[in-house]
């Protein structure tokens, strides 16, 4: 069964104090990896796709990796700002689930001042 | 560039009623896929339009249905509502129609529906 699942379920940092949160999927076949922002009550906002294992994408202070069987979203020197859901979603390749985005829990992220 | 949009935002139903949400893709979309997510959970796969007709479904009974429009919005209907169907409904647009490559979902703000 396809199936995603994010670590650590809460996080909290200082600012500046950077880490790393995780996602790990066992898919039949993988088609992407998306990594999103949700703030509280709001829709996902679009941070990052990868495609293949080795592959590394950044945005400010936010930089995506991808391997084989999981992602990391590392975090550096975050700011009170950065505080929010981060949720990891994976599109598979099989026929007749290929179109859907299956979702982790998310990590809900807190950094303080 | 206007992004997916969703209206209403807040709707409030009874056990038993039904109620439809609306949704407008990105401009230059063409695929509309629509996600529940209950507090704390990450969304549910319901269903996904292209080119007016339901191209896959997730695990939701018949009570769901939706319709996409020419103009590529999107409507989603629930019938016969649950005190479960409370959540946030999330509408995804996405440009599908080129293969070979995945295209990313963006997300609209989302309806949130209490059934009392």
């Known amino acids: 069964e396809d199936q995603v699942t994010q670590s650590p379920e809460a996080l909290r940092l200082q600012e500046g104090e950077s880490s790393s949160l995780n996602c790990s999927y066992t898919?039949?076949?993988?088609?992407?990896l998306f990594w999103y922002r949700q703030d509280p009550g709001k829709g996902p906002e679009f941070l990052f796709t990868?495609?293949?294992?080795?592959e590394e994408k950044e945005k400010e202070r936010l930089k995506a990796t991808l391997t084989k069987k999981e992602s990391f979203l590392h975090i550096t020197a975050p700011k009170p700002e950065d505080s929010a859901t981060y949720l990891c979603?994976?599109?598979?390749?099989?026929?007749?689930?290929?179109?859907?985005?299956?979702w982790g829990l998310g990590t809900s992220l807190a950094v303080n001042p | 560039d206007a992004g997916v949009t969703q209206s209403p935002t807040h709707l409030i139903k009874t056990r038993g009623q039904q109620v439809t949400l609306r949704c407008s893709p990105k401009?230059?979309?063409?695929?509309v896929s629509w996600y529940q997510q209950a507090l704390g959970q990450g969304p549910q796969f319901i269903f996904q339009?292209?080119?007016?007709?339901?191209?896959q479904r997730g695990n939701f009974p018949d009570r769901f249905s939706g319709h996409q429009f020419p103009n590529y919005s999107s409507e989603l209907n629930v019938n016969a509502l649950l005190l479960g169907d409370s959540a946030l409904y999330l509408c995804?647009?996405?440009?599908?129609?080129?293969?070979?490559?995945?295209?990313?979902?963006?997300f609209g703000p989302g309806t949130r529906l209490t059934v009392l």
């Open positions: 995804a647009s996405s440009a599908e129609r080129a293969s070979g490559v995945v295209y990313t979902q963006y």
């Open positions: 898919v039949s076949g993988l088609r992407g």
């Open positions: 979603a994976v599109r598979p390749s099989n026929a007749g689930n290929n179109r859907k985005l299956i």
């Open positions: 990868l495609y293949s294992a080795g």
């Open positions: 339009y292209y080119e007016e007709e339901e191209r």
């Open positions: 401009s230059g979309h063409d695929t």
